[in-house]
């Protein structure tokens, strides 16, 4: 059972107060954010200032640039004129023109820059109005030039009148220029003076500011303090059992210590209730539990031609039962059903509809071989029986005497087979999850499983440990091949253990290998199996070892020597190899003192008298003294135009 958090609320018949901390806090907040809209302010008109400076520096120097330009638009015609005068040119006269033309939109210029202000505006519309009576002195001057009165042109150039029109052209100027830089001047001053001012405010507001938030954040935290740690003795002392003080004022310390007194005392009252109810809990638990070990097999059968490994991995972490199984068993002497399943949710339920299930595949195998069908008549039941029940499923039927695995499936993710050749993949196939639809049909799927084939079935929780499916599966592709190779002793565990380094489970996880070590037209002996190879055909080679291992493996007890096994196997076929055509029949009998493994071939007869170690420069001897210091016994015979090579194994049974 989950804990559920305890939600305080506070409020009293008159609504939300901003007393107490809320009103202290709101305080705290008020006097930083009226300060920092003052210091905005400021700083908005202090930018206004300093654009304004801008403005007028940008204004006066138009202003001056106007009048500079129309004094050099007057100097450059005077001086193309006398270059004309000198020597007549019609360069020097379109020069003279060109600055003539220019001059009215010059002095059109500098008026409309003043306009705006009363002291520039007569300034500068007399200069305008001198300026043009200078035009007027050229344009005379031209004409008289050009008229061939050079003498009489001169003397008009240095008449009085000519001399008095440029002492008042040139007294016009500056005057202009002077009034505009005093007035800039002045501006500038009197905005210089302001952004000092507001300058010093700004930091004597800044200053006020912190000085003032400091001493209120002071005093509001220093009194929190005291309040809270009078409030954490109080739930101490409440935790201890002992009486505590009471906390005075009517904010909100006050009333959750009000709020601490009534929690202390509803949790005494509701004590009693947990402990009944995690009582109740401990014995459902128990029950679910009780029952998933009743409904999982507790030993699948010992069937010939076949190693079967499984492993159950619940949760990490996980106090519910979940509904994960899988089931072997003997449908007839030719066929083996295999399911693996698993019930959606946890608890007792689930646990429930698991054992149901899969008590329905197995009656319904009894009568009936077609996969597909069985799962329909399944999903009829849950559906019928259950109602609420999601369940997804495998079954299969495998025929011990050809490898074939007919089989559908219910939403389940798909087997893994590790083909002899060590090449790892997922069989077809799909399905819709059961009980849900009565109506479903579901269709059959058909493989073929040689000699050394390995059958990975799986449910959920092995491939979504990390909430990535696709990782999960390529992971468990990965640690299927790794185990065929280099097998445990219990290969369906090995292979939950090289998923699981890489992650926690986060759901139950059931899984179930079946390793394919023979298949007969007869129905295989427990007792006695055999196997033909060809020992110079590598595949086959390989085939068979690995299903005589799988098959001690299944034999032999925890703790025996498998690597021994391997090393004597390995032997064995390097003497077929090398001495014989290369076809042999291999047997592997059990019994009650333990296992011998015999080896057929059409071979030169040989013998392996004598204990003595080999010559190491010799070309034989030195694999068959392996042999007897590996094995518990070796013989060699002679039946009929055959060798036989006998090893009893160094194992006992499990």
């Known amino acids: 059972m989950k804990e559920r958090p305890i939600v305080i609320t506070m409020r009293n018949d008159r609504g939300w107060e901003l007393s107490g901390i809320r009103a202290q806090a709101l305080l705290l907040s008020i006097v930083p954010l009226t300060f920092l809209v003052v210091l905005l302010v400021l700083a908005g008109i202090l930018q206004n200032k300093t654009e304004q400076t801008a403005a007028w520096s940008t204004r006066a120097t138009n202003a001056l640039n106007a009048s500079d330009r129309i004094l050099a638009t007057v100097t450059e015609a ?141 005093r509001f935290g220093v009194r929190i303090v005291r309040r809270l740690k009078r409030l954490a003795d109080n739930a101490q002392r409440l935790g201890a059992g002992e009486t505590p003080e009471t906390i005075g004022g009517s904010d909100e310390i006050a009333q959750l210590d009000g709020v601490y007194r009534d929690m202390a005392l509803r949790i005494r009252q509701t004590l009693h209730e947990r402990e009944e109810a995690l009582e109740a809990y401990r014995r459902e638990h128990l029950v679910a539990s009780t029952l998933q070990r009743a409904m999982l097999p507790q030993r699948l059968p010992q069937i010939a031609g076949l190693r079967i490994d499984t492993a159950y991995v619940p949760a990490a972490g996980g106090t519910e039962i979940g509904g994960d199984w899988y089931d072997v068993f003997e449908v007839s002497k030719r066929l083996v059903g295999i399911s693996v399943g698993d019930v ?43 109602g609420t029940s999601v369940v997804t499923a495998f079954f299969g039927l495998l025929d011990l005497r050809t490898g074939t695995l007919r089989y559908a499936l219910a939403g389940h993710p798909p087997p893994m087979i590790v083909r002899p050749g060590n090449t790892v993949e997922l069989l077809p196939g799909e399905g819709f999850v059961l009980g849900v639809d009565p109506r479903v049909r579901f269709q059959t799927f058909k493989t073929e499983l040689d000699v050394g084939s390995g059958l990975v079935l799986y449910t959920d929780g092995i491939v979504e440990a990390e909430r990535d499916y696709f990782k999960g599966m390529q992971q468990l592709e990965e640690a299927a091949g790794a185990e065929c190779r280099d097998p445990s002793t219990n290969i369906a565990e090995g292979i939950q253990r090289r998923v699981f380094s890489h992650a926690v489970p986060r759901d139950d996880s059931a899984l179930l290998f079946i390793g394919i070590t023979g298949l007969s037209a007869e129905p295989p002996s427990p007792e006695r199996q055999g196997w033909h190879l060809d020992a110079r055909d590598e595949v086959s080679a390989h085939r068979v070892k690995r299903a005589v291992l799988w098959q001690l493996g299944g034999f032999a007890s925890s703790d025996a020597d498998l690597g021994a096994i391997e090393a004597i196997f390995g032997e064995l076929l390097s003497n ?45 001897g030195r694999g068959l003294f392996m042999l007897r210091a590996l094995a518990r016994d070796v013989s060699v015979h002679r039946i009929g135009a055959r060798n036989r090579v006998a090893v009893a194994l160094p194992l006992e049974p499990d």
């Open 344 to 386: 959606a949710g946890h608890g007792l339920r689930a646990a429930t509809v698991m054992g149901a299930v899969r008590q329905s595949i197995r009656t319904a195998a009894r009568d009936d071989d077609e996969p597909s069908s069985i799962m329909r008549r399944v999903n009829r039941v849950l559906c019928a029986d259950e």
């Open 576 to 620: 077929v190899k090398r001495h014989t055509p290369g076809p042999a029949d291999i047997t592997l009998e059990r019994g009650a003192e333990g296992a011998v493994l015999s080896f057929d071939d059409d071979g030169p007869p040989f013998s392996i008298n004598g204990h003595a170690p080999p010559d190491l420069m010799a070309e034989s």
């Open 78 to 218: 005077s001086r193309n004129l006398q270059a004309d005068t000198k020597k007549p040119s019609p360069a020097s006269l379109a020069g003279y023109h060109r600055a003539m033309a220019r001059l009215p939109s010059d002095a059109q210029a500098l008026i409309a820059l003043a306009k705006d202000e009363p002291t520039l505006r007569p300034l500068a519309a007399r200069y305008a109005s001198v300026t043009r009576d200078v035009a007027g002195v050229l344009e005379e001057y031209l004409r008289e030039v050009r008229a061939g009165q050079k003498a009489k042109a001169t003397a008009y150039g240095a008449s009085p009148h000519v001399r008095t029109i440029a002492t008042a052209w040139a007294a016009a100027k500056s005057s202009f220029d002077q009034s505009e830089r005093v007035m800039t001047l002045a501006r500038l001053e009197a905005l210089h003076r302001d952004i000092e001012w507001l300058g010093r405010l700004l930091l004597a507001c800044a200053l006020t500011g912190i000085l003032l938030s400091l001493f209120v954040a002071t």
